[in-house]
């Protein structure tokens, strides 16, 4: 799986993500946790995830290894960090009428997992929604404050999926961190005031990077969706999305799901235009692996730095990110909102 | 010569003094005075007649009254004409050993029975009502209670049947009679009973507890002579006519052998119409009674009756007091009144067992409901694991209120939501076959009544907010045939179209065609519904949103801009018409003017969930993000139970289900 990461940075951003002030570029295996990049008014951060062939994660690229391009024109990469920045988690749960019983609970197993994999400086937050999103834990590293949360969720009620994911992605975030918003849902909506369209505006907007983890009913499988074009390219990997959004389902095991819900396109289209992405997880299967593998992902990402050069700094910048491996399959944020 | 008598609660005193308008008013209330609900009041007909002409101009202290022979103090005399209700019964059944006698023709039985009614009309006066009922196999309502001059033309009657003589008698005896006006059951008979449920005792006994006066005409001997000559022709002229009938019922006669005396079913009428101060009336030989005449008498006698009216002392409440009524200074006058009246003992109490917290079998629901505690109920019935279950051992123990037949079918409905609501489908069922099961049991004989109307709105509030709409279709369709043309119920229809269309995207998972065709639909009976004004407001509305959900965006405007839905009453929907013209200005890319409906919406529900977020997705899309990213903070800490109005609207009218069902329970105690 691929995955990106990119954040603006409007003058009035600037001192807030200018991460701390340092000489040079750092070294990608540097296990520090800060990065170190001086900024500029269009100073514009990106996070990109590179794999290989065999999907396994290429963490040995330099800033001279990855091309960039804003709105079309090249961009001088000035710095590159791996793994080094904190990471904060929104785990965002379903808990409206469509996900009760045993799921709930080997869904609550799963985020206590995920909750003790996170790395010494990570948090995690947690939001429970059905037709409202309440913040039920703030961002914390206490396992047991969240344990005790999670066990203690009351599932029922309808759903707003979109109103949830609006906003989980528009909550205020803290500079210096990167930032990953999981939701576990059916994928259904029935009562949110946002529309698909508005939705994808916000994420257009804001920074976090929104994946979908979808249970699927049937068997014991764990499905990775991805977008049509993204795994074939070689030698170099593009971070424009598919043209369509008819969704081609890798299925291992080769065991039948139900049908996806009618608003997977759109999450398919939405998660990847943050960089994230859309996993299907059969209820009979580890949870908790599907959890940590999702922390994984976001966890081995590139953070590019580069000063936005040659394009207008207001609307929407179309990113393209390149990287000079052959065989190498690269996700990246489609593009930001000035 | 009538009488009349009514027992009412103090409650009632003062309005039906009130409403009588004339003569001694009762004094009003002192401050602080409580009326108690043991405190009954009687009033009493009392006809006054010197010679056969009625005698007018006397006073309290011209009357005598005596309860179980103790005197009473008469409160109050009234003279007043007071409007009538006038219950008028024809027998239209055949002979059942009819082969002599050819049938008459439905169109020329029609004719008469509408002829002789509206001669009846004629000596009625614009504030009185009448009601025709007709006996036949079955008790037939010719016109519903209405006032005189609304009485329609008579478009059917079946005839030539059996006759259903003593319950269609009972139906009329136990008509409700309001406490301003007086009902007067007139009813000719050919004489007998083949099908009745019930006894001729039975109707006495209820005549005797009767508001009515109660007059019987009786042309049996007429029927005797055609049997008589008949069975002559057949015996000894040999002129048998085949029998149209393989069966010949039992007949319950009121008048038997030659010497035309009233037998003991006779009698019992006898006693009944007397026992309200009426009478029953034989006619002579081969003379048809006339209904007219009748009437007229019993009309005179019933307009120029004083009204006595006095609270027991002395006595027993309960059991049967006998009445006694004199003119002492006018001794040659005679006086009529009412034998008496009977009260029946009060059911001996008993310790209710106490309302358990959470209840959830089925004796525990029913005595949460007999002691009103419907909080404990519905927390109850939420926890209920299997609702069918539930639902057949309520119909196999039968109705728990055997004398409260409505306050079951209202318990009905309450059972069945868990089961309406069920996510499994054998279960919903069950639901279905419960309501379906009670909307038969609930039609009131005469006429579809407030009850029945109340009832069925309840079940099709609880259907829409199941999302039911093929159900809810199916009842609205049932409840509109009782009650033509009812908005509430064609507003039903409107919603399950809309449901069917799918909640977000119109018709998602739909074919276009089917999708399209669902849409013409609930628009066409949205916009059927503009002009009636009890739901026109809300069908605006929800026709605002399809079409906005249809991409109409500026036919949806001009409805969600329209001043009377602006200002429409209902909160809920003058905040749903300020989130769809946000929903719709965003479309049109208007985002000030957006954002503005939104912040109006919220001022109508301050901390809507709904319209918080659309202003969030707003001000951040404006650029304002520091406001978005404030509301998002606030709306995911809030802890507040209230309902979001939106989360409801496709629910239908479903958020009005407490006050549908509440006064549901109210008309059904």
Redesign the interface.
């Known amino acids: 799986m691929i995955r990106a990461r990119f954040a603006s940075v409007l003058a009035v951003w600037t001192a807030c993500l200018t991460i701390s002030a340092g000489a040079g570029p750092p070294d990608p295996q540097d296990p520090a946790p800060q990065a170190t990049f001086r900024g500029g008014v269009n100073a514009v951060t990106v996070d990109v995830t590179v794999r290989d062939r065999n999907r396994r994660a290429i963490t040995d690229l330099k800033a001279d290894d990855f091309e960039v391009s804003d709105n079309g024109v090249r961009q001088q990469v000035d710095s590159v960090s791996y793994g080094k920045l904190p990471i904060d988690i929104t785990v965002a749960l379903d808990v409206s009428l469509s996900v009760t019983g045993e799921l709930l609970e080997r869904l609550r197993l799963a985020v206590v997992q995920l909750m003790r994999d996170l790395g010494r400086d990570d948090r995690l937050k947690l939001l429970l929604f059905n037709m409202r999103a309440s913040r039920s834990v703030d961002f914390t590293n206490d396992v047991r404050l969240v344990e005790k949360a999670v066990r203690s969720a009351a599932a029922g009620g309808s759903t707003s999926l979109l109103d949830a994911v609006s906003i989980a992605l528009v909550t205020r975030m803290t500079p210096d961190r990167r930032h990953l918003v999981v939701f576990f849902t059916d994928a259904t909506d029935s009562t949110s005031t946002t529309t698909p369209e508005v939705l994808r505006i916000v994420a257009q907007r804001t920074r976090a990077t929104l994946t979908l983890v979808i249970p699927a009913p049937i068997g014991p499988v764990t499905v990775i969706q991805s977008g049509g074009g993204a795994a074939s390219r070689t030698p170099t990997g593009t971070t424009t999305p598919p043209t369509t959004t008819t969704t081609s389902m890798t299925i291992s095991r080769g065991l039948q799901l139900t049908p996806p819900s009618p608003l997977e396109p759109f999450f398919n289209l939405l998660t990847r235009e943050t960089g994230g992405t859309v996993l299907r997880a059969a209820t009979g299967a580890d949870l908790s692996a599907t959890f940590r593998r999702v922390l994984e992902d976001f966890r081995s990402a590139y953070v590019l730095y580069y000063n936005a050069r040659g394009v207008d700094r207001g609307g929407f910048h179309e990113l393209e990110v390149n990287v000079r491996r052959e065989g190498a399959t690269i996700l990246a944020r489609r593009g930001y909102w000035n | 010569m009538t009488a009349r008598l009514a027992i009412i609660t103090a409650g009632l005193v003062a309005g039906a003094a009130a409403l009588a308008g004339q003569g001694q008013r009762p004094s009003p209330p002192a401050p602080g005075q409580t009326f108690r609900s043991s405190t009954d009041v009687v009033m009493v007909d009392v006809s006054v007649r010197d010679s056969g002409r009625p005698v007018t101009g006397l006073t309290v202290a011209d009357f005598v009254l005596t309860d179980n022979g103790v005197r009473q103090q008469i409160e109050s005399v009234e003279a007043a004409a007071v409007p009538i209700d006038v219950t008028l019964v024809m027998d239209v059944s055949g002979n059942p050993r009819g082969p002599w006698a050819p049938r008459i023709p439905p169109a020329k039985t029609l004719a008469a029975v509408e002829a002789e009614a509206r001669q009846v009309t004629t000596l009625l006066r614009p504030d009185d009502r009448v009601r025709l009922l007709a006996i036949d196999t079955y008790m037939q309502q010719l016109w519903p209670l209405q006032p005189v001059a609304a009485a329609p033309a008579i478009r059917r009657v079946e005839s030539n049947g059996l006759a259903a003589l003593y319950d269609t008698l009972a139906v009329a005896l136990l008509q409700p009679v309001e406490p301003a006006r007086r009902h007067v059951v007139v009813a000719r008979t050919k004489g007998r009973d083949t099908i009745s449920a019930i006894s001729a005792a039975a109707v006495r006994a209820m005549a005797e507890r009767s508001d009515a006066l109660f007059h019987l005409v009786i042309m049996e001997q007429v029927a005797a002579e055609e049997a008589m000559l008949s069975s002559f022709q057949c015996t000894y002229m040999g002129l048998c006519w085949p029998t149209r009938r393989p069966w010949v019922p039992f007949q319950r006669r009121l008048i038997g052998g030659p010497g035309q005396v009233l037998s003991a079913d006779g009698l019992a009428l006898s006693a009944a119409a007397q026992s309200t101060r009426g009478d029953l009336h034989q006619t002579g030989l081969l003379i048809a009674p006339s209904l007219v005449s009748t009437f007229t008498k019993a009309f005179d006698d019933f307009r120029s009756s004083y009204v006595l009216r006095y609270t027991p002392r002395g006595e027993a409440r309960t059991g049967w007091h006998a009445i006694s009524v004199t003119v002492p200074k006018f001794s040659k006058y005679t006086v009529r009144a009412r034998t008496g009246y009977g009260i029946d003992d009060p059911a001996p109490a008993r310790t209710p067992p106490p309302v358990a917290a959470n209840p959830r079998t089925l004796a525990e629901l029913t005595n949460a409901f007999e002691h009103h505690a419907y909080q404990a109920m519905a927390t109850g019935l939420r926890q209920v694991v299997d609702p069918a279950r539930l639902i057949r051992e309520f119909v196999e123990a039968g109705n728990p209120w055997p004398s409260a037949p409505r306050r079951e079918a209202t318990f009905a409905i309450e059972l069945a939501e868990p089961a309406v609501f069920s996510?499994r489908a054998p279960t919903r069922e069950e639901g279905d076959r419960l309501l379906d099961r009670f909307s038969r049991l609930i039609r009131h004989p005469l006429e579809p009544d407030e009850f029945e109307r109340a009832w069925y709105y309840a079940v099709l509030t609880q259907l829409q907010g199941a999302l039911r709409p093929a159900a809810t279709e199916a009842f609205a369709d049932r409840a509109l045939a009782r009650f033509p043309g009812e908005p509430r119920f064609l507003f039903a229809k409107a919603v399950a179209a809309d449901q069917r269309l799918g909640?977000?995207?119109p018709g998602?998972?739909l074919p276009r065609t089917t999708m399209l065709s669902a849409a013409d639909a609930a628009r066409a009976q949205f916009e059927a519904l503009l002009t009636r004004p009890e739901v026109a407001d809300e069908a605006r509305l929800r026709l605002a949103r399809l079409l906005q959900r249809l991409g109409r965006t500026s036919e949806a405007l001009a409805h969600l801009t329209e001043d009377r839905l602006k200002n429409a009453p209902d909160p809920v929907l003058r905040f749903l018409q300020r989130?769809f013209l946000g929903?719709a200005l965003?479309t049109l890319n208007r985002p000030d003017e957006t954002i503005d409906a939104f912040r109006s919406a919220l001022s109508i529900v301050p901390g809507s969930?709904?319209?918080q977020?659309?202003l969030?997705?707003t001000l951040?899309?404006r650029g304002d993000?520091d406001e978005?990213?404030a509301?998002?903070?606030r709306?995911?800490?809030?802890?507040t139970t209230n309902l979001?109005p939106?989360?409801m609207y496709?629910q239908g009218q479903y958020r009005l289900y407490p006050q549908v069902i509440a006064h549901l329970r109210g008309l059904g105690q």
């Open positions: 996510l909640v977000g995207t998602g998972g989130l929903h965003v969930h709904s319209a977020v659309a969030m997705n951040l899309s993000r978005a990213e509301i998002a903070e709306v995911q800490t809030e802890r979001d939106w989360w496709w």
